[in-house]
Each structure stands twice: as C-alpha cells, then as structure tokens.
C-alpha cells in the first residue's frame, strides 16, 4: 500500500521574515522585504532593490560552528542550512551521532556560493590556486546546500540536491512526496534556498527582466498582477519542509501542518510559445490539470491558489492558464495570491518558501493579502473577479491550497497541500 | 621565551580553530599528530597549511606538506622554510 505524506515540520529564511513566527506574522500583515541596495546601484544595475533576509552573524552562529563558519561565503547554502534545520527541529526531530537510515533530503537550488566562486576565480586567476584551501568545493558544489544538510543531521537515506530554475523547490517537494509515497523513505527534509546579490541578479538585470522603476520606492516595487507590473524583484533565502510517511508521524506523534496530495512536475518542450524564458501554455494547463488529477480532487475543491506570478506581463497569461486548466472564471474563480509582492522573486528558493507561506495559510486558517496590486492589470479583471485577488489578509477555513512555479527551461510543477484529516 | 616555544606557541594558535579534540590539543607536545590525536579533518590539514604560510610568510611546497602530520614535523619544515628565505 502507498503512504500517505504529511508535513511535520516548516522552516523559512525570507526577506520579510527569517524564522517561521516572523515570516507569519510578515505574510499576515502584507510586510515587504524589499529594499535599496547601494552596492546594486554602484555596480551600475538598472535594478537596485532586492530581497535579502537579515541574518546577523550572532544568528549565524546559532547554526554554524566557528570552524564551518570559517572561509565561508555561500548565503544560499547559509540560508538552506538555517531554514533545514530549523524544519527539522520544528518536526520535533532531534539531531544524534547515529545515522538516520530512515530520513533522506533533497534541498534544491540554482546555483551554489556565488560569491565563493567569484573569489576563488581571482585567486585561479592570480596563479595562487593552492590558496583556495580545502572550503571552495564543499561551497560551490551544486549539492553543497544537501552536503552540509546532511551531515548536520546525520541523514543515510538520499540526500541530494534538484535545479530546475525557478520550480526547483516546488518539485522539491514532489520529489520528497514520491520517495515516501513509494515507502523509500520515511522522512524528506525538502526545501531549495537561492544565494543573494549581484553575482547571481546580475544576469537578470542583463535581460532587462528586472523592474527598473521602483529604486526610490523599493516596498513597492514588486507588483504582481499591478497594471503597472513592470518586471520582477529578485530575491533570496530558504524555504524547507519535513515531509513524513502519516504512519511514521502518527508514530511519533509528531504535529501535522497538512497533507500532500499529490501534484505533478512537466515541461513544455520549448516548443509553441515555450522557449528557454517562456513557457509553452498548453504544457503549464496540463500540468495543473493532471496535479489535480493525481491528487484526487475536483477544480471547484480548491479554496486558494498561490502562484507563480512574478509580475511581469505574463502574469496574465499564468492566470488565464488557471482558469482554463481549473474551467473556472469570474466569481468562480478561487482566492490567488503572490508571495513575491512581498519578498520578490527569490529564484530557486521561490517555490519552497512559497510553500511555507502556503502550509501555514491551511495551519492557521487565513489567506495571505497581495500587496502593490491596488491597480489590478485590466485583463485580469476582466477574466476573474477581482475579489479573488484578497488585498487584505482573509480569515476563513482553509482547506486545499493549489501551488505552481514555472521555471526557465519551460519546466513547471504544481502541488496540491490539504488539511490533514484522519479519514 | 625561546624562539621553539614562540612558534610552538603560533603553531597551537593556528591550529586552534580545526582542532576535535580538546585534550591533545591543550596537552600539545612535539610529538603531538594532528589528524589521530587533534582530529583534524584531513581536508583542513591544507587551511592549516595555508594559516602557516600566512603566519611566518613562508612557501611549503607540496612535499614538505606531505611530510606536515605531527607537531616536530611541522616546526622543522617551519625552522627550514624560514632558513631558505
């Protein structure tokens, strides 16, 4: 018989939030964590706001040894580690000198240490490569983030790290949910985490993807489903999750946050209207409609939507892909929201903190407001009521919540969370 | 204090941070080894190396680093790195 897969355990490092009490209280209240960076604006970026958590280094040590901490310049693996561990604490797991043949992570991200790398590039450079010492690899390694994870919690099932662009942490969790589902494993810590700053942003900034507009105004800068929507705010930090057999949870008597039903992972193929940066329609309905499918509900069950929606001008085209995925329109239509009005686009950790904020809305009964969308895009309002798009936090039962992220490379996942109920 | 001990003394400093065993690392003795009685882990045995070369403005090429597996080892590469400078 398949598991059931449940969440035991949440753990999040955003822009407007590090730690899981913060970043609620951050999503309730519709708090940005967008600001200036002078650095962004001195390196001639045309985008010079960004999200990047405030982690200071008293807090660093509150997860790091002084010895790992030494060399090290990874903020993604940083941010993973944190988020990771702070899951697995909250799942009421603890940390022995055994290994834990049972539990396994896969903790995505884009890229790895950045600014490690940037380094280690000037001393190769310099000719001096035996000065690089024995920190690059471990923190510019793509599985650096899954490493360190997994020696800090002695984990002995997989551990290893996804990349799928900006889907990454969504499939995450759906990588996580099929090796339990199969009684692989029973226990995944699952999440992905992105690095900060202009060495990853710049390429970004390069493709002129980034919102130029909003340097002097940077909380309001990031304005998914705005008519005044005008590119993205790149962001940073971690989101992780402990995913657990119901069984194993039940054993343990480990809280539940919800439930994964299932989901579903594809690509468009670059093919129609898919490219490398756009994603092929039919492929993203698909996806949706077959993630409903496998999780065993109907479209009209679904209480809210998180979305990809990065506010850019396909934020449109996402929700018209709902609609015509779920065949529902106007009043009918359920409640969606953006994480990314508050914290921006956090790249390869975008869709495991997304997640977070997504669980919590089913633990704590709320939807989570939009923010910077109090102009809605014309076209959206057009297709659902513009009720749907909560500008203020919405206290009510929340049952099922649907989340995607599409990412580059025209590849698009879409996970179904539920409440957790014995029957 | 004689110039032994002086650099007995930076050697223990720099090794500090990567040191596992708290023991050997305050008995510190000449004949002290750095991977089976401090602990350390081999890959950090390079970043001692390079606190090293930093420390007494010196080069170990990469035999000598070879050799580098216990305190009198180190010294002596240390004492003759310094006398080649």
């Keep these: ?423 | 204090m004689s110039d032994t001990a002086q650099m007995m003394k930076d050697l223990k400093e720099i090794v500090k941070p990567y040191i596992q065993n708290q023991e050997a690392f305050e008995n510190l003795k000449e004949d002290t080894d750095f991977i089976n009685d401090l602990k350390i882990n081999s890959a950090n045995l390079v970043d001692v190396v390079l606190d090293i070369e930093d420390k007494f403005d010196i080069e170990i090429d990469n035999d000598s680093m070879d050799k580098m597996l216990n305190v009198k080892a180190a010294l002596d590469i240390i004492n003759s790195k310094i006398a080649a400078r």
């Design chain 1, 1 to 423: 018989m398949e598991n059931r897969v449940v969440i035991t355990g949440l753990g999040v490092v955003a822009p407007n939030g590090v730690g899981l009490d913060a970043f609620l209280q951050a999503i309730r209240n519709g708090t940005s964590g967008i600001e200036f960076y002078p650095e962004l604006k001195e390196l001639g970026f045309s985008c010079c706001i960004g999200g990047i958590p405030s982690v200071s280094e008293e807090l660093k040590r509150a997860y790091f040894t002084e010895l790992q901490l030494r060399g090290f310049n990874s903020s993604g693996i940083l941010y993973g580690c944190m988020a990771g561990m702070d899951a697995w604490k909250d799942a009421g797991l603890s940390i022995t000198d055994e290994t834990d043949y049972d539990s396994g992570t896969i903790f995505g991200t884009g890229t790895s240490g950045v600014e490690k790398f940037r380094e280690a590039v000037y001393l190769l450079d310099d000719k001096k490569v035996k000065r690089l010492g024995s920190t690059v690899v471990a923190q510019t390694m793509a599985s650096g983030v899954s490493a360190y994870l997994g020696g800090i919690l002695g984990l002995g099932n997989q551990v290893t790290t996804n990349s799928s662009a900006c889907s990454t942490g969504t499939e995450a969790i759906l990588m996580g949910y099929d090796r339990i589902k199969a009684g692989r494993a029973r226990r995944m810590l699952i999440g992905s985490c992105s690095d900060h700053g202009a060495y990853l942003w710049g390429g970004f900034d390069a493709m002129r993807v980034l919102t130029y507009k909003h340097n002097d105004t940077p909380e309001q800068g990031s304005r998914p489903m705005s008519a005044t929507a005008s590119g993205f705010v790149p962001g940073s930090g971690a989101g992780a999750m402990v995913l657990e057999s119901l069984e194993s949870a039940l054993e343990r008597n480990a809280p539940i946050y919800g439930e994964i039903l299932g989901g579903e992972v594809n690509s468009g193929g670059q093919r129609k209207e898919g490219s490398m940066t756009a994603p092929n329609s039919e492929a993203v309905q698909r996806c949706i409609r077959q993630a409903l499918e496998n999780a065993g509900i109907q479209a009209a069950d679904i209480d809210t939507i998180n979305g990809h929606l990065t506010a850019t001008s396909k934020d449109f085209t996402e929700i018209d892909n709902w609609a015509k995925a779920l065949n529902l329109a106007g009043n009918a239509f359920p409640y969606i929201n953006s994480l990314k009005s508050m914290v921006g686009h956090c790249l390869a950790a975008a869709g495991a903190i997304e997640s977070v904020a997504c669980v919590l809305q089913l633990k704590h009964n709320f939807i989570f407001p939009n923010i910077n969308c109090e102009d809605l895009n014309e076209e959206i309002e057009a297709l659902i009521s513009p009720e749907k798009i909560p500008q203020k936090v919405i206290e009510q039962d929340v049952n099922i919540v649907a989340k995607a992220s599409f990412g580059f490379g025209d590849v698009n996942a879409c996970v179904i969370f539920k409440k957790y109920k014995k029957i």
